[in-house]
Every structure is written in structure tokens, then in C-alpha cells.
């Protein structure tokens, strides 16, 4: 398994609170990405990173803002929760060589109540 | 935009072959891959294929790949109850700034 951690892995939040979560790998690899995961619409690309402090909007970025100051840790940060951001996020890695395989961590399972 | 369908559900009896679809629309596709999500857990690459390639094998599953009617299909033979999970589809176009485009899933169900 690829060396990704994901904290926390749970959380329990009240509306308009912010809200930071860590994905940490140790497999050197130059791209990091944030995704959401809820029924009926897969993974959602959040934000994604091509290398140190260099990231870029995905699909549903609104309300959200991510941060890489060290290639091994890739942060998201909901500066506000909103109980439409009740999900299960998941971050993956990849090295952008020839396949490019995205490889996901455990998750972690955000509730915004 | 692009966009990568499945069907939601498919139950078969152990032992019997599965059969997962997958269409997506972006014509430059490079790569399409296949993971596999437990309960709980995160997804877990299964195999992928190019997408010059028409099938690729790896032990008891297959994938064909239609490029002309954008199909893709995984089969798993000898499907077992630890076969139990959901399925996603995904798909890298040439263009796409190394982002996948998931389908919602397939959730298999396997019954003794």
C-alpha cells in the first residue's frame, strides 16, 4: 500500500467553524489531490497540487482552499463548514509518470452538523 | 465536460462470473482505470489499460476495452463473497492535467 495517511479520519463539526484536514505521504510523489466522495456522484475532484506551494481548482472547489508548503503534506481547509460539506474526502497521490496511477488514502468522514 | 457512467448494482451468486460496464465520453482518453472500494475504506487500484489496447488479463480479472463505442468492461471470474464491494470506473484524458473523471460506481453483490 502507498504511504498516504489521512487525519483525522473522523469529524464532527458545527456550521460556520473551520475545518482542517491533513493528508501526509511518504512516497516522495509530486502530485497530491483532495477529492469528495458522496452517493450517486462518485469522487469529485476538490483541489489538487503539482509540486511545493503550486495547486489548482478541481470541479467543486467552491468553499474550499488547500495549502502545500512540504512535498509530503497537502492541507484542506474549509474556512467555514457548511452542512452541504458533510462527506467522506479522500486525497491520493501520483508520481505523473508514464500511467500516472492515483493512489488514494483510508479517507476521512467529515460531518457538519 | 467529460463524463464516465455505470450502472449502480449488480448481484451475482459466488462462483459465477461478474461482469461491471463502464462508458465515459472524452474521445482523448489515455488511461482508464478500475478500483475496488471495502466498506470503509479507501479505493484500492484494481488493474488499468491503456487505451490502445483492446484487453488486458491479470490473474482472474479482464478488462475489454471498446474505444469506437467508448466500453469498458471488467470481469471477474470466479467471483468470490470477498469479490463484495464498489466498483468505480475512471478515466485520464490526454488534456486533463493529469485529473480522473470517476464513474458513481458499481455496487457488486455477492451471494453465497
Known amino acids: 500500500d502507498a504511504g498516504i495517511t489521512q487525519s483525522p479520519r473522523h469529524k464532527v463539526t458545527e456550521t460556520g467553524t473551520p475545518v482542517t484536514l491533513r493528508c501526509h505521504q511518504t512516497e516522495n510523489h509530486r502530485y497530491m489531490y483532495w477529492y469528495r466522495q458522496d452517493p450517486g456522484h462518485g469522487l469529485r475532484l476538490i483541489h489538487y497540487s503539482y509540486g511545493v506551494k503550486d495547486t489548482d481548482k478541481g470541479e467543486v472547489s467552491d468553499g474550499y482552499s488547500v495549502s502545500r508548503s512540504k512535498t509530503e503534506d497537502f492541507l484542506l481547509t474549509l474556512e467555514s463548514a457548511t452542512s452541504s460539506q458533510t462527506s467522506v474526502y479522500f486525497c491520493?497521490?501520483?508520481?505523473?509518470?508514464?500511467?500516472?496511477?492515483?493512489?488514494f488514502g483510508p479517507g476521512t468522514r467529515l460531518t457538519v452538523l | 465536460g467529460e463524463d464516465v457512467e455505470q450502472s449502480l448494482f449488480l448481484s451475482v451468486r459466488e462462483g459465477d462470473s461478474s461482469v461491471i460496464n463502464c462508458t465515459y465520453t472524452d474521445s482523448s482518453s489515455t488511461y482508464l482505470y478500475w478500483y475496488k472500494q471495502e466498506p470503509g475504506a479507501g479505493l484500492q487500484l484494481l488493474t488499468y489499460?491503456?487505451?490502445?489496447?483492446d484487453m488486458k488479463q491479470d490473474q482472474r480479472l479482464t478488462v475489454l476495452l471498446n474505444k469506437k463505442d467508448k466500453h469498458l468492461s471488467l470481469r471477474i471470474a470466479d467471483t468470490q463473497t470477498g469479490d463484495s464491494a464498489i466498483y468505480f470506473c475512471a478515466e485520464k484524458g490526454a488534456d486533463s492535467s493529469y485529473k480522473l473523471i470517476f464513474g458513481s460506481g458499481t455496487r457488486l453483490l455477492v451471494r453465497p
Open positions: 489499460i491503456f487505451s490502445n489496447m
Open positions: 491520493a497521490i501520483s508520481d505523473g509518470l508514464d500511467t500516472d496511477t492515483q493512489y
